[in-house]
């Protein structure tokens, strides 16, 4: 069974960087979309970034420019680089991979950016 575990989460100040990493174990053969997505208290859950097989990034206009997904050979990890935080980045974000036969989700780690 495909797990998900996300790293690199945390209070940063505006204008500053961090990076996300989301780890797949248990079968990542398969899978045709990657990607991160987002959501702030009390708004609903929305993509940020994504990687389809196949095909190229995709990004949310509030981000394109200032954040970059990425994978690596074996496409079991991928990262999402955040620079230029602004305070409307605060959310919980959330690793997500589909495959035919799945639509996994991560526990989610809390990004904070102070202004």
């Known amino acids: 069974q495909v797990q998900l575990v996300e790293s690199g989460g945390g209070l940063v100040q505006a204008g500053g960087s961090l990076r996300l990493s989301c780890a797949a174990s248990g079968g990542t053969a398969g899978i045709r979309a990657m990607g991160w997505y987002r959501q702030a208290p009390g708004k609903e859950r929305e993509l940020v970034a994504r990687?389809?097989?196949?095909?190229?990034?995709e990004y949310a206009d509030a981000v394109r420019g200032r954040f970059a997904i990425s994978t690596n050979k074996a496409r079991n990890r991928w990262d999402l680089q955040m620079n230029s935080l602004k305070p409307e980045d605060t959310a919980v974000y959330y690793c997500?991979?589909?495959?035919?036969?799945?639509?996994?989700w991560g526990q989610g780690t809390q990004v904070t950016v102070s202004s």
């Open positions: 997500n991979a589909v495959a035919t036969y799945f639509n996994k």
């Open positions: 990687l389809i097989t196949g095909g190229g990034a």
